[in-house]
């Protein structure tokens, strides 16, 4: 397990992170862990973030990675899978690895980050002066529609929530607005204007 502080889904010489759970299922069982193990300096080579799961029988297991307080998972599968994350951003989890009698398989890990966040507001500009400068007309306007992007303009999908696929929020009744949960990268904001 991997602090990726430029949020790219790949260790690049990053540190470890000691004190992470990390469980192991049988991909028969994914209710009850079959082991569980806590990441610490590798025991070989003294890096942080190293775990193992040892004498285990041929069969099909997954890996379940607890993210610790205040932290998000980086991408998956980002590039090689020998440097990448394999963890799922919203369960922590692998996919499946099978394993046959004598395996050993040095591949699976997780990247994690500190969120960012990027937001402020939108107003009436009242004398189009470009500056929010406290005229009583100059207020926020509550209701539109704010994409989020990525830097080649697709839109980024919500790292809060499984099940969407664009980050899309409204303005509240001063105007504001706040993409949190972010990986760390280039962004771009898109509002839609209003008809009226």
Same mark, same amino acid.
């Given at each position: 397990?991997?602090?990726?502080?430029?949020?790219?889904?790949?260790?690049?010489?990053?540190?470890?992170?000691?004190?992470?759970?990390?469980?192991?299922?049988?991909?028969?069982?994914?209710?009850?862990?079959?082991?569980?193990?806590?990441?610490?300096?590798?025991?070989?080579?003294?890096?942080?973030?190293?775990?193992?799961?040892?004498?285990?029988?041929?069969?099909?297991?997954?890996?379940?990675?607890?993210?610790?307080?205040?932290?998000?998972?980086?991408?998956?599968?980002?590039?090689?899978?020998?440097?990448?994350?394999?963890?799922?951003?919203?369960?922590?989890?692998?996919?499946?690895?099978?394993?046959?009698?004598?395996?050993?398989?040095?591949?699976? +890990?997780?990247?994690?980050?500190?969120?960012?966040?990027?937001?402020?507001?939108?107003?009436?500009? +009242?004398?189009?002066?470009?500056?929010? +400068?406290?005229?009583?007309?100059?207020?926020?306007?509550?209701?539109?529609?704010?994409?989020?992007?990525?830097?080649? *303009?697709?839109?980024?999908?919500?790292? *809060?929530?499984?099940?969407?696929?664009?980050?899309?929020?409204?303005?509240?009744?001063?105007?504001?607005?706040?993409?949190?949960?972010?990986?760390?990268?280039?962004?771009?904001?898109?509002?839609?204007?209003?008809?009226?």
């Amino acid at each position: 397990l991997w602090l990726d502080n430029d949020g790219n889904g790949q260790q690049n010489s990053e540190a470890g992170y000691n004190g992470a759970t990390v469980n192991l299922y049988l991909s028969s069982n994914l209710v009850t862990p079959f082991a569980t193990t806590t990441t610490a300096n590798n025991p070989v080579g003294g890096a942080a973030g190293y775990y193992r799961f040892l004498d285990l029988d041929a069969g099909d297991y997954v890996v379940e990675f607890v993210l610790p307080p205040d932290y998000i998972f980086t991408h998956q599968d980002a590039g090689a899978d020998a440097t990448d994350s394999d963890a799922n951003r919203f369960t922590g989890r692998t996919g499946t690895y099978t394993l046959y009698w004598r395996d050993s398989n040095q591949t699976v +890990d997780a990247g994690i980050v500190l969120p960012a966040s990027l937001g402020d507001g939108l107003w009436y500009d +009242d004398d189009d002066d470009g500056v929010q +400068d406290g005229m009583p007309a100059e207020a926020g306007v509550q209701n539109v529609v704010v994409r989020l992007l990525n830097s080649s *303009n697709v839109a980024v999908d919500d790292p *809060n929530t499984p099940a969407v696929d664009t980050y899309v929020l409204n303005t509240d009744a001063n105007g504001e607005y706040l993409f949190s949960g972010l990986i760390p990268g280039d962004y771009r904001v898109h509002f839609d204007l209003p008809s009226s």
